[in-house]
């Protein structure tokens, strides 16, 4: 069963680059790696996902080494409202589904 | 779309007393889930269904039961409450495929006495 683990918490200034990694030491074959970021009294909202190498979209890049036992999301150009909890979700489909949630990383933009 | 929403945003029990939470996704989603959150715990899955008339335990089933009668909705009943289940409640939603997007409710704080 995958665990991931990622650090707690992270500090960062404005317009800085921040890049969050997430361990998953024994990630399945068909597990596909997914970060999510929370505000508070708010659900998770989906940022990236991808299965190996590199992935990126209008908000994050999220990076994959071959051996798929960690990931990277980095945050380009942090803004005061990047300010939240980035968790990392490991898992697969199908009906015996393991979804690994990380205990979140709370990142804290300052001005 | 209203996308994923819980009733009630926020209740208080007893001890002994039961409830239901009520998700309800308007996406045509196959999969949904219901979570718990408690502090430093992150997200622990309690239950999931990947159809209609399914259901399946996550990885902290006891003390919670689950239905799915209709696609759209995804009932959590506590039968009898306990203050271990003080937490904030979420339901997700996904299309089921292999990539695993989770579309999240807005959450059920509850406080159990």
């Known amino acids: 069963l995958a665990k991931t683990t990622q650090p707690i918490s992270m500090d960062s200034y404005e317009g800085q680059e921040v890049n969050i990694t997430c361990s998953h030491n024994n990630i399945a074959t068909n597990d596909y790696i997914t970060w999510y970021q929370q505000f508070p009294s708010q659900g998770p909202r989906f940022i990236i996902q991808g299965y190996k190498t590199k992935v990126t979209n209008e908000v994050a890049s999220l990076f994959i080494p071959a051996d798929r036992k960690s990931s990277t999301l980095s945050l380009p150009r942090v803004s005061l409202s990047d300010t939240a909890v980035y968790y990392c979700?490991?898992?697969?489909?199908?009906?015996?589904?393991?979804?690994?949630w990380g205990l979140g990383t709370s990142l804290a933009v300052n001005p | 779309n209203a996308g994923v929403t819980q009733t009630p945003k926020f209740r208080v029990l007893k001890t002994g007393q039961s409830m239901t939470l009520l998700c309800a996704q308007d996406m045509n989603h196959e999969y949904m889930y219901w979570y718990r959150q408690d502090p430093g715990m992150g997200l622990r899955l309690i239950h999931y269904s990947v159809g209609e008339g399914t259901t399946a335990k996550g990885e902290v089933p006891d003390g919670y039961n689950v239905s799915r009668l209709k696609k759209q909705n995804f009932l959590l009943g506590l039968e009898s409450a306990a203050p271990s289940q003080t937490s904030v409640y979420f339901c997700?939603?996904?299309?089921?495929?292999?990539?695993?997007?989770?579309?999240f409710g807005p959450g059920t704080r509850l406080l159990v006495l």
């Open positions: 979700l490991v898992g697969n489909a199908g009906n015996n589904r393991k979804l690994i």
């Open positions: 997700a939603s996904s299309k089921g495929q292999n990539q695993e997007t989770q579309y």
